[in-house]
């Protein structure tokens, strides 16, 4: 958790993001390091969590994180803990909470209402298109006897 709170820092103090930090430990190495570049890297999802998801998966040569623990600066907000449940690791810590986030200008609170909300009243309109021509991929994946499943 130490090295994660460092990298906390070092996204403010190189003025790359905001203050989150994120390690993935496999064993007793460290194999994935990421802190927030949303700034810097014009990017929403660089986000401690993603970056060091990334990096941690790209080191294990892997898509996947079993066996591995996540320690991240903060509770991670929706968009990463959705992340994070798809690298399955075995267990995530976290430092501050997300109320502790809210305190300082990064609050989630709307995002995990609007995914409890029906689709028709979300914030940002979200609406079905090209349904027929789509889920013909699908079937096609589905049937696709070499794929690899995750």
Same mark, same amino acid.
């Given at each position: 958790?130490?090295?994660? *709170?460092?990298?906390?820092?070092?996204?403010?103090?190189?003025?790359?993001?905001?203050?989150?930090?994120?390690?993935?430990?496999?064993?007793?190495?460290?194999?994935?390091?990421?802190?927030?570049?949303?700034?810097?890297?014009?990017?929403?999802?660089?986000?401690?969590?993603?970056?060091?998801?990334?990096? %941690?998966?790209?080191? +294990?040569?892997?898509?996947?994180?079993?066996? =591995? /623990?996540?320690?991240?600066?903060?509770?991670?907000?929706?968009? =990463?803990?959705?992340?994070?449940?798809? %690298?399955?690791?075995?267990?995530?810590?976290? %430092? $501050?909470?997300?109320?502790?986030?809210?305190?300082?200008?990064?609050?989630?609170?709307?995002?995990?209402? /609007?995914?409890?909300?029906?689709? /028709?009243?979300?914030?940002?309109?979200?609406? $079905? +298109?090209?349904?027929?021509?789509? *889920?013909?991929?699908? /079937?096609?994946?589905? $049937?696709?006897?070499?794929?690899?499943?995750?």
């Amino acid at each position: 958790m130490q090295e994660a *709170i460092l990298l906390s820092g070092q996204s403010i103090y190189k003025n790359e993001g905001g203050p989150f930090g994120c390690v993935i430990v496999k064993g007793n190495e460290i194999v994935g390091r990421g802190y927030n570049k949303v700034t810097s890297h014009n990017d929403p999802t660089a986000h401690a969590e993603v970056e060091a998801i990334r990096d %941690a998966c790209k080191n +294990l040569k892997s898509f996947q994180l079993q066996d =591995c /623990e996540i320690y991240t600066s903060c509770e991670p907000c929706p968009m =990463c803990l959705g992340a994070i449940y798809w %690298a399955r690791p075995k267990i995530v810590y976290f %430092a $501050n909470n997300r109320q502790d986030a809210a305190d300082i200008g990064f609050d989630d609170s709307m995002i995990y209402e /609007e995914m409890k909300s029906p689709i /028709e009243e979300r914030k940002i309109p979200i609406k $079905n +298109l090209g349904r027929e021509e789509a *889920i013909k991929i699908f /079937e096609a994946w589905k $049937n696709k006897p070499d794929k690899t499943e995750y």
